[in-house]
């Protein structure tokens, strides 16, 4: 079992920056794929991002210029910095994760999720 606990989040001024962290623990080895999910008010949860242990990665086209995904091996944590943060950059940010790499492929799509097995409980981002 792999647990996730996403840490970062908070109320931010347009324009302005954020990094988000998801702590890996349990049977984090077991993981090749991690990504960053959105979900706002009225919305559907969307795939912003997403990090292969093999290091490629994958952004939704509306985020690419502004988030980065990264992941500190050392500590176990995966990184979303976000930039020139927009009001529509609101909601609860999950981090999720799966052993398998191909997940890598799924991210932006709009049934994404389903190829990841693990789910954090996420953090708010509010943006005014």
């Known amino acids: 079992h792999v647990q996730l606990v996403e840490s970062g989040g908070g109320s931010v001024d347009a324009g302005g920056s954020l990094r988000l962290s998801c702590a890996a623990s349990?049977?984090?080895?077991?993981?090749?794929?991690m990504g960053w999910y959105r979900q706002g008010i009225g919305e559907e949860r969307e795939g912003v991002a997403g990090?292969?242990?093999?290091?490629?990665?994958a952004y939704a086209a509306s985020v690419k210029d502004r988030f980065t995904i990264s992941y500190d091996k050392t500590k176990n944590i995966l990184y979303l910095s976000i930039s020139s943060l927009q009001p529509s950059d609101t909601g609860m940010y999950y981090c999720?994760?799966?052993?398998?790499?191909?997940?890598?492929?799924?991210?932006?799509?709009?049934?994404?999720?389903?190829?990841?097995?693990?789910w954090g409980q996420g953090t708010q981002v509010t943006v005014s």
């Open positions: 990090l292969t242990s093999d290091g490629r990665t």
């Open positions: 999720a994760a799966t052993p398998g790499m191909g997940a890598i492929n799924h991210v932006s799509e709009s049934a994404g999720e389903r190829y990841f097995q693990y």
């Open positions: 349990g049977y984090s080895s077991i993981v090749n794929c």
